[in-house]
């Protein structure tokens, strides 16, 4: 707060920030003041001069360092700071930074230097000061002084003003700005930057004869004024007010008549126009600089004026929010209405002026540009065409903000709050924290989302949009375009078509939709349409229309051929990524049929209807002739592991899919794995099995042991089709596959048995990486580590036969088995042991070398015997299972009898011929079943063969040359009642 006193004295007292405070910082007397003020003029100077008159404060808004103006009585003003210079801190102190002395007539042009004294009222409005000074007569003089013409040129022009004096007609007893002035306190510096938003200053004076009225004309009524007075504009008085004014301001002030004058003025109108043409200079390339397009241009005083009206028009929005919440929820925050920040008559002004200067752009300029090489030319030429491209530049920010203003005006009369809020959260709250500016630059971003919220309001609440859409289009032709009121009418029709039960009218309405959007493809926000059709069920749709989208961004098919032949060219590229996105939908649908869920649904999809939907939406895109859409429907079914419905699809472009796929990933198993059943389907057993070879063989892939041998063994089988082995080279190829796989097989037996010894990590890795050769697994496998099972299973698997050696490993795995079981009861150690003979006598049995009865029968017996196993009948039961036929193993038995084995003459010397009894009576049990006719050849020799063979034991049993007290006898009774069953079966 600022006082003067009667005595002269001015104070500063700092109410505080919310001015509830009281704080005196400073203050100056008279005397001191007239101290000051002589101080900062330098020259001796009468003190009566300083008496303070008034006081006028200056808001922060105005003046940053400039707080206080004192007016003195003759007319001086002294200018008051409170802080240091460029700070925003509380009042320090008032000292005196300035001194003006009074304006004299000389200032405005008059032949004397009359100046005001006796200076008793004083009123500041719109920065014009009035000042009413006593003359010498009994009327007062009223004082009139601003600086409008010199705004704007430079800090030393903003010390010159203009004054103009009036008689008033008796003494002024009180000076006042009138109600409605923007501000009566402002002393703007620049009062031309608010042309068009403040009204004419107007001063009221109260006087002895009565009120009087004046205003301080804009410069637009003096321009106005001048050409009414001269019928034109073709005169020294415009041409004074243009240097008065400077060019760019004049041409400025021309516009604004040009573009605001109402139709009852369009003679003045015309006269401005006259007016910036005529004097607003011509453009120019500075003569010491070569011509070329990056030498500086001096544009035309109309170029700048025209970018000065345009910035001047935008000021009372530009820096504004466009939206401010109100009525916050204290508890949650959330805001309960949301409204446009500046007054729909605000943006109604803005939006008519600039229309109204593009009309005139659109009537006076001319945008047209000189052909050929301008700057070679002339640089008078070439700089005309630089200003007609930024005016061009100009003409089209201003169409775009004329557009955004139309809409914002739609959206305001279309409740705003609603709108808004139903935009995405991230887009609400950047909207919310934009000003004008940045809703300008980042339109894009937002204005479709607000139409379309806009709209989908209008759908919600079932009522019909075609007005809107017409408003939309005349608002905002650049954003709401004939393919948008297209998508509009598209997305109505779809909407109906969702809430109809299914039935002819819906059908119809779907293909409507489908018709629409197909007409607007290259417009169409295709992911939410898929949204929307898949609520729909509508799958045909989503095909179809990605399908059009994709060839309405490649009319051309460049994209197919970018797939085809990998070309590196960028264009191509672009467009085949942009068609690929067209197919994004499609498969994003695919992907959430396959997890069984619809988008905004409470529930998600039964499994069996998602499968459907799954199929047929897979079935739509193959029966399009799209051959990208193929290639892309199989990329995604492959990466997402869909292999049989691969194999199921009947698509022509399969096999081309599958040779580009495997150029770019040799190495992908997957692929080679698709590929080589994709041939099989077709038939190609030949080449599945090659393929399948391959596949076993691939080193450093990661494949597992287990792997590779079902790999062979599916090429083994492809390989014996008989398609696949006609010819030599076939047959060849299958004796490969199947030694391949034996080697294979006989691998996987040592993996296993590697595995159960457990502590060979290394080993076993080495083992289930690769194929191994039979020569390597036998001497750093089989052999190292004593896998004596392994060892014949190779030697078996080679066709190489060491009679020694077979017969050395036999025992060795028959020591093994019966060493696993140890500890466990008779029968136990049994059913193992017989289990695992049986194992190996189906491998080998078939072949006598590898497979040496006698040998085996010896170590079974033998172990049996040491393990306390009663049983005499069990190794021949066994041997039965394996397939051994009764003769040959009696025998054997008989052989291994007769051999007098030391071990069995230590034990029990009769032992075998204990097993031989056991053998008869269990072929006679079966014998004896058999009908007269049956089996008579294998009867009368087996009953010969026991029949002989009983006969010599008999002799032997007699002799008793092994000198077994008790066996012998109990063997002859069993023989003798043997024999007798023999004759009587033989009969």
């Not at 004082?143 to 800090?155: K, R, S």
């Not at 998508?487 to 009218?505: F, K, N, R, Y």
């Amino acid at each position: 707060m600022y006082t003067r006193s009667e005595q002269g004295s001015i104070e500063l007292i700092d109410l505080g920030a919310d001015g509830s405070g009281f704080n005196r910082v400073a203050k100056i007397y008279a005397s001191s003041l007239v101290h000051a003020a002589i101080s900062v003029c330098k020259r001796n100077l009468d003190g009566s001069l300083f008496k303070p008159v008034t006081i006028i404060p200056i808001p922060q808004s105005d003046s940053l360092n400039i707080h206080l103006i004192v007016v003195t009585v003759s007319g001086i003003r002294l200018y008051f700071s409170t802080r240091s210079f460029n700070t925003t801190t509380r009042p320090e102190f008032l000292t005196l930074v300035h001194v003006r002395f009074p304006p004299t007539t000389s200032s405005f042009g008059g032949t004397g230097h009359a100046k005001p004294s006796g200076v008793h009222s004083v009123c500041c409005v719109g920065g014009a000061l009035a000042m009413a000074a006593t003359g010498a007569t009994e009327a007062d003089t009223l004082w009139i002084a601003h600086g409008d013409p010199f705004t704007n040129g430079g800090e030393t022009a903003n010390y010159a003003e203009v004054v103009c004096p009036l008689e008033v007609p008796s003494r002024v007893w009180m000076i006042a700005g009138l109600p409605g002035n923007p501000d009566t306190r402002s002393y703007q510096p620049n009062a031309l930057a608010l042309h068009n938003a403040n009204p004419n200053p107007q001063f009221l004076l109260i006087t002895a004869q009565g009120s009087f009225t004046f205003s301080k004309l804009k410069p637009a009524d003096q321009l106005r004024h001048i050409l009414i007075r001269n019928g034109g504009p073709d005169n020294s008085d415009v041409l004074s007010f243009f240097k008065l004014y400077s060019p760019t301001e004049a041409c400025y002030t021309s516009l604004v008549l040009a573009c605001d004058c109402a139709a009852s003025d369009a003679r003045v109108a015309q006269w401005a126009v006259t007016a910036f043409f005529l004097y607003g200079g011509e453009p120019s390339i500075p003569l010491h600089v070569n011509p070329s397009p990056s030498s500086p241009v001096s544009f035309s005083h109309r170029h700048s004026s025209s970018s000065l009206y345009v910035s001047r028009l935008l000021l009372p929005v530009w820096s504004s929010p466009m939206l401010r919440e109100l009525r916050t929820d204290s508890h949650s925050g959330t805001p309960d209405l949301v409204a446009s920040a500046t007054s729909v008559d605000v943006w109604a002004a803005v939006h008519r002026r600039l229309r109204s200067f593009l009309l005139f752009l659109d009537e006076h300029c001319n945008f047209s540009f000189n052909r050929g090489d301008a700057y070679k030319i002339s640089p008078k030429l070439a700089a005309t065409n630089r200003e007609r491209q930024s005016l061009l530049n100009l003409k089209n920010f201003i169409e775009e903000v004329v557009q955004l203003i139309g809409l914002w005006e739609v959206f305001y009369v279309n409740d705003i709050h609603n709108i808004v809020n139903g935009i995405n959260k991230i887009n609400y709250k950047n909207l919310v924290a934009l000003d004008f500016k940045g809703f300008v630059t980042s339109a894009r971003q937002f204005v479709p989302n607000l139409i379309e919220s806009l709209i989908n309001g209008f759908i919600k609440e079932g009522l019909p949009t075609e007005q809107i859409v017409g408003v939309l289009q005349g608002a905002a032709p650049s954003y709401f375009n004939k393919d948008d009121a297209i998508i509009t009418e598209a997305t109505e029709t779809l909407q109906g078509a969702i809430l109809l039960p299914d039935s002819v009218e819906r059908t119809r309405r779907l293909a409507r939709s489908l018709a629409l959007y197909n007409e607007a493809a290259g417009s169409v926000n295709l992911e939410a349409v898929a949204v929307q059709f898949l609520r729909a069920r509508f799958l045909e749709g989503i095909v179809a229309l990605s399908v059009r989208v994709a060839a309405v961004r490649d009319p051309k098919g460049f994209a197919v051929l970018f797939y085809r032949t990998a070309s590196e060219r960028p264009d191509r590229r672009e467009l085949f990524a942009s068609r690929c996105a067209a197919y994004l939908p499609l498969t994003d649908t695919l992907d959430q049929l396959s997890r069984c869920s619809l988008p905004e649904s409470p529930n998600f999809l039964p499994q069996p209807v998602a499968t459907e939907y799954f199929d047929r939406l897979v079935k739509l895109s193959f029966s399009t002739s799209d051959e990208l859409l193929h290639y892309v429907v199989l990329e995604w079914l492959l990466s997402h592991s869909f292999l049989d419905k691969l194999l199921d699809i009947d698509s022509p472009y399969m096999e081309a899919f599958l040779s580009r796929s495997l150029e770019l990933q040799p190495d992908c198993l997957e692929l080679i794995d698709l590929l080589w059943r994709y041939e099989e389907k077709l038939g190609n057993f030949d080449k599945a099995a090659r393929i399948l070879e391959r596949l076993a063989e691939r080193r450093d892939s990661g494949m597992r042991l287990g792997q590779r041998v079902e790999y062979l063994t599916q090429a083994a089988v492809a390989a014996r089709c008989p398609s696949a082995t006609a010819g030599s080279e076939a047959t060849d190829f299958l004796q490969e596959v199947e030694e391949k796989l034996q080697v294979a097989r006989v691998q996987q037996l040592v993996l296993d048995t590697v595995d159960r010894l457990g502590g060979l990590e290394e080993v076993r890795r080495r083992l289930d990486s690769e194929l191994v050769d039979i020569s390597t697994l036998y001497s750093d496998y089989a052999e190292r580590f004593e896998l004596f099972e392994c060892q014949l299973a190779i030697l078996h698997c080679a066709g190489h036969y060491d009679r020694e050696l077979v017969h050395s490993l036999w025992p060795s795995i028959i020591a093994a088995e019966f060493d696993k079981c140890r500890g466990q009861p008779p029968e136990s150690v049994v059913a193992a042991v017989q289990s695992k003979m049986v194992q190996l006598g189906s491998q080998y049995a078939a072949s006598e070398r590898f497979f040496p009865l006698s040998v085996i029968l010896s170590q079974l017996e033998k172990r049996s015997h040491d393990r306390g196993i009663a049983s005499t009948s069990w190794v021949a039961d066994t041997m039965a299972k394996v397939g051994v036929h009764a003769l040959r193993l009696l025998r054997t038995y008989s052989q291994l009898h007769g051999n007098a084995d030391p071990y069995w003459l230590e034990h029990q010397p009769y032992h075998y011929l204990h097993v031989v009894v056991t053998i008869i009576s269990d072929f006679l049990k079966v014998a004896v079943r058999w009908r007269p006719d049956e089996n008579v050849l294998e009867r009368r020799g087996t009953v010969n063969l026991c029949l002989d063979m009983i006969t010599g034991f008999f002799l032997e049993l007699q002799a008793n040359v092994r000198g077994d007290a008790e066996t012998p006898d109990t063997l002859i009774a069993e023989f003798r009642l043997i024999h007798s069953q023999l004759e009587t079966l033989n009969r």
